[in-house]
Every structure is written in C-alpha cells, then in structure tokens.
C-alpha cells in the first residue's frame, strides 16, 4: 500500500522517492490516528487564546493561576530525571533541517543539536520532508552530503562525539496543508511529531539516547497536556515504554511564563525542563499587550535580558526548573562571525561571552548558539564556572517573583529612527528571504529568524498603533513607516539592480510588510500570515 492509498489521507504535493520513505503507508496511518485524536482538543485550545487576547484587551492582566496553586505549592514532586544524552547540555545549537546544517551541527562539539522545523524553518513541502530524511539517516549514522559547488564532502566525525540530536517540531497554531486526514489540514505539529517519532524512537533508544523534543510557543499547562497525550498514545502506539520521550518546553509567551510549574508538572515524567525562548518571549509581551499603551518598548535594542521583565522571567525559570529537578536552558546567542572585520568581530564575539557568562551565573544549566564558530566561546565560559554536569542543584530560593515583577516593561531606552529603520530593514529582508524558502537568514551580522522578525513588525505596529514619538519628537505613523519602507526598498532596489530586484521577493515582502505596520491590521503570526505563499497546494491553483 502507497502513500496514497491511506484511507481518509490525501497528499496534495509531489513526492519523491526519498520522501516517499517517509511518507509510507504505515507512518501516514500513525498520522491519522494521532490527527484524529487530539485535533479536536488543539481547535478548541487555540479558541481559547482567542477568548484570552480579548481579555487582555478588556484590561485583564495576566496572574498565576488560583485553580493550580496546589501544584505549585506541592514540594514534593518533581520531573524526569535526565535521560541519556540529556544529562550535560551545557551548548545547544540550533538550526534548521537542511542536510549540511544537520551534519556541521552534530560535528561542531556541542552536546546537543535541536533540528528544527519550525522558527530556522521556513516550512516549504520539500524542506520538511527532506528534513525528515535528513534525521533519519542521521539517526543511522549514514548521513552525507556532497556540495555541488566544490565538490567537499560532509559526513559525521568517527569519534563518538556527535550532538544528541532534539527535533522542535512546529507550534500548535500551524497546519500543514499539503497533507489532510479526513478533509482536513492536519497539524502541523502532530505531522513533524508523528513522522520523526515514528520512523526514529526505536532507533534513537537502540543507539542509546531517545525519541527527543524541544516544544515551541505554548501559552498554557493545557497545550502541554495536549502534548503530554500524543507522547503516552504514541508510545503505546508503536509499544516503546511511556517516559522514553523527553521535551524541553521553550517558554516564549507571557502567559506561559505564569504557568511553568504547571507545564512540567503536566510533562512531568516527559519532561526535560524549561528554555528561555528570549526573542520570541519578547514578541510575546508586545503582541499580548499591544493594545494596552502601557507596555510601549523603546528600540530593540534597548530590551536586553538585564532589563525588568526579562531578567524577572530568567530568575523565576530557573528557580521553579531546578525546584522541579530539570534542566533550565539559556537562550540564543544571535551573533555570527563577522568576517573582513576584526574589530566589530571581537565586539560580537565579547557580547557573547557577556551574556554566556550572564547565563551560567545566573544559574542556567546550558545555553544556546546559532553558528558553530560560538560553540566554542560558550563552551569555555560554561566549562570555567560549571564543574559539574548541570547546576540543578542551585535552587535558587532566594527569588522571589510576583506577576507584576513579569510585567515590569519599565524599559531605560528611546524609540529612535535608526532603529525604526532597523526594524524595517530586518521584517522586509527575512520576509524576502522566508518567501524564497529560507528561514534562518544573516542579517546586520545576526542570525535572524522568525522570532526577531515577530518583533521588528509588532514593535512598528505598536508605535504607530499608540502614536510614540521618537527620541527627536516625532510622532509615528502608519503613514510615516510607510514612506520609511518605500525609502529602505528604493535602497534595496538601487543596491540590487533592477534585474536582480526584479527577480527577487522583495516587492511581495514590501505588501505583506506594508501591511502590518499601520496599527491597525495585525496577523498573530507573520508564518500564518506567508503561509500560503510557499505551499506547494496554493502555488499549483494560481496556475
């Protein structure tokens, strides 16, 4: 039986014979089931971050949880002990599921690699699933790859010291709509799920690790019992023990943030601890209270992870993991080697040890890069202030943190037009380069994805939505962002040369740009907002 002959499943896009290995009859059936079972259960969890925005619209601020105080009151349980692999997590890095990505990621010396589908991502059909191929063979051990440019070949290192490999598969509000169950889109977090786990937790455990996850963008304890039971049926489904998965919960969203110890607990014999999701947790507080002009930020760059909210969010994850026995995991270090530049390259490369330095003291048990060349920067801070495999033993009682502290956006800064600019210039440039199908993009010497692109529009939404005034007195306006995106494109064109420009997505990237910053329409994710564009089903009916 074929990919196409799965009852009630149909496959809209061409498949290859590579992914057709994926995509068999036996792994479409597993998709099904688990699709059919929890599907109903994520609508009507996503219907319910509808009915909260309202209320954070009526004025209703966000607070821990009455009904769950119990749970956190509760000292006596804890998470999963670490699995193998998952003990020492001191440097993560992270990126996308392209085949060279893959094999310098396990190569590069750190301890693990998250493969991710999601934010590094831009999902196109043959991404995702060459991305599953690509975990596969690297499960196996076989994975390869040769550049057709040089000729080099890649191949992992014989030495034993490859990175335990974490798949984030994609959020909870995504679909993937190259794929239905029954007529209808599947999720696209239950489609990267299902098809990893299935062709890969047996796997995984015989090489002595395990099925293992990082979970994105969660805005309550109830989305992670949502996962907690595709973890138990899936398990029974292909009869592998309950607790052989692991999953890191990314706490990237305000409201999550009021519900740590009730995700873990949800997760409990599952989980692997917390992450500090910082980029998109920033995106969070703007999106969640754009209404409100109380929490106006100032420029990007003035919202560091010393600043009220941020450094409250840090002491309390760390606090309530360790409590919990589980790992609390830094976050991502954007920068990237600036090359033909000494200087700005050693000023980038000090933030990093700063901030590596910053985490490790404050108790993280590891933290994040994005480009191989900083694993060995975060290393040797991790390395010289932490002897031991993991600091959970740090328990941090001393911190104290109320709802407001969470709240705090009492952010030192200005909104400036340099970093209007910025803004601009990061939103339409990732957009660009999203639409062409890639999702990880070097912009201004920082490795951008969806996340800091999240926050460069919704910061120009706010601004003009609560009429700031910049640091020289002017008032922003959706009309005055709007002559400031036809300046940066008019540079971009001149830059690139009309044939080039003309050949590029930069024109649909100025529509959809233009129109999220005005202050008034607002998509909640730019990813649903693009989605379209990039899908096989939709490009073949405009056709």
């Known amino acids: 039986m074929s990919y196409n002959s799965v009852p009630g499943v149909t496959v809209l896009a061409p498949v290859s014979e590579p992914q057709a290995q994926i995509l068999t009859a036996e792994a479409l059936e597993f998709l099904a089931k688990l699709q059919r079972a929890f599907n109903p259960t994520r609508k009507s969890l996503l219907q319910r971050r509808i009915l909260r925005q309202q209320e954070l619209?009526?004025?209703i601020l966000p607070d821990f949880l009455p009904q769950t105080a119990y749970i956190r009151e509760d000292n006596n349980w804890r998470g999963a002990y670490p699995a193998p692999g998952l003990i020492d997590r001191r440097v993560e890095?992270?990126?996308?599921?392209?085949?060279?990505?893959?094999?310098?990621?396990?190569?590069?010396?750190?301890y693990t690699y998250m493969a991710d589908f999601e934010d590094s991502n831009a999902p196109t059909w043959d991404n995702n699933l060459d991305g599953q191929v690509n975990l596969r063979d690297a499960i196996r051990g076989t994975i390869t790859y040769t550049n057709p440019g040089n000729n080099k070949k890649y191949a992992l290192r014989k030495d034993n010291k490859i990175a335990t490999l974490i798949v984030r598969p994609r959020g909870w509000h995504l679909e993937e709509k190259h794929v239905l169950v029954d007529g209808e889109p599947v999720s696209a977090s239950i489609f990267d799920f299902a098809l990893y786990?299935?062709?890969?937790?047996?796997?995984?455990?015989?090489?002595?690790?395990?099925?293992?996850?990082?979970?994105?963008?969660?805005?309550?304890?109830?989305?992670?019992?949502?996962?907690?039971?595709?973890?138990?049926?899936?398990?029974?489904?292909?009869g592998i023990p309950r607790g052989s998965i692991r999953a890191t919960v990314l706490i990237e969203t305000i409201l999550a943030a009021f519900e740590m110890d009730e995700i873990i607990?949800?997760?409990?014999?599952?989980?692997?601890?917390?992450?500090?999701?910082?980029?998109?947790?920033?995106?969070?507080?703007?999106?969640?209270?754009?209404?409100?002009?109380?929490?106006?930020?100032?420029?990007?760059?003035?919202?560091?992870?010393?600043?009220?909210?941020?450094?409250?969010?840090?002491?309390?994850?760390?606090?309530?993991?360790?409590?919990?026995?589980?790992?609390?995991?830094?976050?991502?270090?954007?920068?990237?080697?600036?090359?033909?530049?000494?200087?700005?390259?050693?000023?980038?490369?000090?933030?990093?040890?700063?901030?590596?330095?910053r985490e490790v003291k404050a108790g993280h048990d590891g933290t994040w890069v994005a480009h191989p060349d900083l694993v060995k920067i975060a290393l040797e801070v991790f390395n010289e202030n932490l002897k031991t495999p993991n600091q959970i033993y740090i328990r941090r009682e001393d911190v104290n943190i109320s709802a407001l502290d969470l709240m705090n956006t009492n952010v030192p800064g200005a909104i400036?037009?340099?970093?209007?600019?910025?803004?601009?210039?990061?939103?339409?440039?990732?957009?660009?380069?999203?639409?062409?199908?890639?999702?990880?993009?070097?912009?201004h010497n920082l490795m951008e994805d969806a996340a800091t692109a999240e926050i460069s529009r919704?910061?120009?939404?706010?601004?003009?939505?609560?009429?700031?005034?910049?640091?020289?007195?002017?008032?922003?306006?959706?009309?005055?962002?709007?002559?400031?995106?036809?300046?940066?494109?008019?540079?971009?064109?001149?830059?690139?040369?009309?044939?080039?420009?003309?050949?590029?997505?930069?024109?649909?990237?100025?529509?959809?740009?233009?129109?999220?910053?005005?202050?008034?329409d607002y998509s909640d994710f730019i990813t649903t907002l693009l989605y379209d564009e990039i899908t096989s089903v939709h490009n073949k009916a405009k056709l």
């Open 416 to 443: 400036t037009e340099n970093g209007i600019r910025s803004n601009i210039s990061v939103g339409l440039t990732y957009i660009e380069s999203w639409l062409r199908g890639l999702g990880c993009v070097p912009i």
């Open 265 to 357: 607990y949800e997760l409990r014999e599952h989980s692997s601890g917390l992450n500090c999701g910082r980029w998109d947790y920033i995106f969070s507080v703007i999106k969640k209270f754009r209404n409100n002009p109380n929490f106006v930020l100032p420029d990007r760059g003035d919202v560091t992870m010393t600043v009220p909210f941020m450094d409250s969010y840090v002491r309390l994850l760390i606090k309530t993991c360790h409590r919990r026995g589980v790992h609390a995991m830094g976050g991502m270090a954007a920068q990237i080697p600036i090359k033909n530049d000494p200087k700005a390259n050693q000023a980038a490369l000090d933030k990093v040890r700063a901030d590596k330095l």
């Open 458 to 520: 919704s910061q120009l939404w706010q601004w003009a939505h609560h009429g700031s005034r910049t640091s020289d007195g002017k008032t922003v306006t959706g009309a005055y962002l709007l002559k400031l995106l036809d300046d940066e494109v008019a540079k971009l064109e001149k830059q690139l040369g009309p044939q080039q420009f003309g050949a590029s997505k930069y024109p649909l990237a100025k529509r959809y740009l233009a129109s999220q910053i005005t202050g008034k």
């Open 197 to 238: 786990f299935f062709h890969n937790a047996k796997k995984s455990i015989e090489v002595g690790i395990g099925p293992y996850f990082y979970l994105p963008k969660m805005e309550s304890h109830l989305e992670a019992r949502l996962w907690n039971d595709v973890f138990c049926v899936a398990q029974d489904l292909i």
């Open 57 to 59: 619209d009526r004025g």
């Open 93 to 110: 890095i992270t990126g996308p599921v392209d085949r060279k990505m893959v094999i310098n990621a396990l190569n590069c010396g750190a």
